[in-house]
């Protein structure tokens, strides 16, 4: 209702993942696998302080199998093609137990996205 009264439109999808893999492609990840965590760059570059260190992880570790044992992959949404953060993605995906794949999504459909909300932004004021 507030994005209606401002004449803004919402980004397609449930929420980044959607956007950033593609329309249909992040349902299908989780299809064919549900049990598959996800990182973008962001989360990849900061997993330690976002992630295992929110959970508590680095205190005890013991809980790692309470919050992953149902988890069997975890899928790095890359947005740029970089080595670096490509091992960071891989290196969470080992302290967490998990097979890593790595997809190469660009910005999917976050740019288009933004592009035709300025576009009706614009025509609009």
């Known amino acids: 209702r507030v ?5 803004v439109s919402r980004i397609p999808g449930a929420h980044c993942y959607d956007f950033l893999a593609g329309m249909g492609i992040y349902e299908k990840f ?3 696998e549900p049990g598959t965590f996800y990182l973008t760059d962001f989360l990849a570059r900061h997993f330690d302080r976002l ?3 929110m959970l508590g992880l680095d205190r005890h570790p013991d809980l790692l199998p309470l919050y992953f044992g149902n988890y069997t992959r ?3 949404l890359a947005q740029t093609d970089s080595a670096e953060i ?3 993605a891989r290196s969470a995906a080992d302290r ?3 097979r890593f794949e790595r997809v190469f999504t660009g910005t999917g459909e976050m ?3 933004l592009d035709a909300a300025m576009q009706k932004a614009l025509w609009h004021s």
């Not at 994005?3 to 004449?7: A, I, T």
Request: glycine letters at 8%.
């Open 74 to 76: 975890l899928i790095y």
């Open 111 to 113: 740019v288009p996205a």
């Open 51 to 53: 992630v295992y260190k």
């Open 96 to 98: 967490l137990g998990l």
């Open 3 to 7: 994005l209606e009264e401002r004449g």
């Open 30 to 32: 989780q299809d064919d």
């Open 86 to 88: 490509t091992e960071m």
